[in-house]
């Protein structure tokens, strides 16, 4: 602990998510499904020095987005039994379930599990996606 005037005071704080990331083989078909599919809105498309588009803005509610970024290489992608971030979970309304389990039958894509809560799906890349309505206050 540091002493500052006579007081103690603590280590830093985060203040909450300010955005997540994904990077994505083919940004067009990946802003078509986080827009289109999932519906989420577009803060900005940035675009890089030589003026290609490089990134796309949604937003996730409140200040946090995510930033769907052009992957400069074509790795393979993570499976779900390796080492690192796991699902990106986004909250839905639980009586909007199973209104969110046609939306997604429509647009192609399925429900790849689901929990009490949770319906799974996975983006063009494969990144797992929860459309999860826990904690549920009813």
């Known amino acids: 602990m540091l002493r500052d005037s006579g007081f103690v005071k ?5 203040l909450g998510t300010h955005h997540l990331a994904v990077a994505v083989r083919d940004l067009e078909v990946s802003e078509r499904f986080y827009l289109g599919v999932l519906g989420l809105a ?3 498309r940035q675009r890089d020095a030589a ?6 803005w ?3 509610g409140g200040p946090t987005f995510l930033a769907i970024e052009q ?9 779900d039994d390796m080492p690192g ?3 990106l979970a986004l909250q839905i309304q639980r009586d909007e379930r199973e209104a969110w389990r046609d939306r997604l039958q429509r ?3 399925s429900v790849v599990r ?3 809560f949770t319906l799974y799906t996975r983006d063009p890349d494969g990144i797992l996606l929860g459309l999860s309505h826990y904690p549920d206050p009813r």
């Open 114 to 116: 689901e929990s009490d």
């Open 42 to 44: 577009l803060v900005v």
């Open 10 to 14: 603590g280590p830093p704080r985060i």
């Open 51 to 56: 003026g290609k588009h490089r990134s796309t």
């Open 71 to 79: 992957a400069g290489a074509d790795q393979p992608s993570r499976t």
């Open 85 to 87: 971030l796991h699902c």
């Open 58 to 60: 949604v937003t996730l």
């Open 107 to 109: 647009h192609g894509a």
